[in-house]
């Protein structure tokens, strides 16, 4: 079964998740170095207090985890203020709480079995993480993609990981990373591509408030930001209040190439580069030893 990943951004909901997962129990903070124990202190008028030891300079923007109950919680905070004693004060801004129950058969690497190691491992969960922690990077990556995109569609929506997946097409480009088009909802599709009206009908457009409220917008090209090609961790939106042609479709599709070129020249992501080992494999991914 695959991993169920939950995105909590309501603050009303955020002293449950604190009572619940990070009371009493261990909590890491992301850094460049590995994950650095630290200890929650409280919740309370809308900030979390935690004793963070050895770090000098804390980022704005940083990452903490923690694990209980065969869920892992990833928790995006905004530093506040640092008081005395290695005491900081974050804001939180969203938590992704990720199940994954095992029920698939399972292959066991036990003994008389050849050791296997994996290098250069990378993830969605490390490009979310990247994103998270390099949001002024990202900013930037979506200014140049803006720039010309803004002065030819009345509408363009650029989004990535970081921000969530509970928007629908992050949603449809999760689980399908291939581009879509729309040419116009005033025109029937053919019979080639009624299968993707549908969806995009029932799927992501009835989802969509802002496009329901905005009439006038009857096109749609969206197309997947993909990493290497194969992992999707966002995605560019055009919608046109005229009927959009194959030739814009080409030059958005190859804007989603461009997109994942910048983040390699910008370096944010990067693999994990330890021989990690395998412990046992299932039909559905493979299980590492993370020392």
């Given amino acids: 079964m695959a991993e169920q990943i939950r995105t909590i951004t309501d603050r009303g909901q955020f002293p449950k998740v604190f009572s619940l997962f990070f009371a009493n129990n261990d909590v890491f903070l992301r850094t460049a170095s590995g994950d650095l124990k630290i200890i929650y202190m409280g ?3 809308g900030t979390a207090a935690f004793k963070i030891p050895y ?49 698939e058969e399972r292959i066991e690497l036990g003994t008389g079995k050849s050791v296997l190691f994996i290098t250069n491992l990378i993830s969605d969960y490390i490009l979310q993480n990247s994103l998270a922690l390099s949001l002024k990077k990202v ?58 009206f549908n969806t995009y009908v029932n799927e992501i457009y ?5 496009l329901q409220n905005r009439k006038n917008l009857i096109a749609e090209i969206a197309v997947p930001v993909l990493y290497h090609g194969k992992i999707p ?17 080409s030059v958005i599709k190859r804007l989603g190439v461009v ?22 494999a299932s039909f559905s991914g493979i299980a590492i030893v993370f020392s």
């Fill in 233 to 249: 961790y966002g995605y560019i939106q055009v919608n046109s209040d005229k009927p959009l042609t194959d030739g814009m479709f």
């Fill in 55 to 103: 770090v000098k300079n804390m980022p704005d923007s940083c990452i903490m985890v923690t694990r209980k109950d065969g869920y892992i919680i990833n928790g995006v905070f905004k530093l506040k203020e640092k008081d005395a004693d290695d005491m900081y004060v974050f804001y939180p801004v969203q938590f992704q709480i990720i199940s994954s129950p095992r029920k």
């Fill in 139 to 196: 900013d930037n990556v979506k200014e140049i993609l803006r720039f010309d995109l803004e002065k030819r569609f009345p509408y363009v929506k650029i989004y990535f990981l970081n921000e969530g997946m509970a928007d629908p097409r992050m949603k449809y480009f999760y689980a399908n990373p291939v581009p879509y088009f729309i040419p116009s909802m005033n025109a029937q599709p053919d019979a080639k591509g009624q299968k993707m």
């Fill in 259 to 280: 997109a994942d070129e910048l983040f390699k020249k910008n370096k944010l992501f990067i693999p994990e580069t330890d021989r990690l080992l395998i412990a046992d």
């Fill in 43 to 45: 919740f309370a008028d």
């Fill in 206 to 210: 009835s989802k969509d408030y802002m």
